[in-house]
């Protein structure tokens, strides 16, 4: 059974930085296609940014527009951990940030994932 378990959230001022981690447990990481969304309240689940599995240890990265070029996505096989970097915070990022995973390929979209972590808190002041 895999399992999903996310840290790394908190409050941050505006403009400031936070690395969020995903740790993978139950299956093998280096061939699971990864994802990262995030929930506001109030509002629907969306898609932040996906790291896919591409073959071998190749992979290819896609964003939301609303973080491409402040936010990065990446992985460290050695630590099955799942990474996203968050840099120039704005209130708008404030939401659950929540790590999912898939078994066959991925989008954009909640339904493409089977797994899901239980999420961590980013909240963004001014």
């Known amino acids: 059974q895999v399992q999903l378990v996310e840290s790394g959230g908190g409050l941050v001022q505006v403009g400031g930085s936070l690395k969020l981690s995903c740790v993978v447990s139950g299956r093998t990481f280096r061939n699971l296609h990864m994802g990262w969304f995030r929930q506001a309240p109030g509002k629907e689940r969306e898609f932040v940014a996906a790291h896919r599995w591409t073959g071998g240890i190749t992979y290819s990265t896609d964003y939301a527009d609303a973080v491409k070029g402040r936010f990065a996505v990446s992985r460290f096989l050695a630590k099955s951990t799942l990474y996203l970097e968050m840099n120039s915070l704005q209130l708008e990022d404030t939401a659950v940030y929540y790590c999912?995973?898939?078994?066959?390929?991925?989008?954009?979209?909640?339904?493409?994932?089977?797994?899901w972590g239980q999420g961590t808190q980013v909240t963004v002041s001014s």
């Open positions: 999912a995973a898939s078994n066959s390929d991925i989008g954009r979209y909640v339904d493409q994932y089977e797994i």
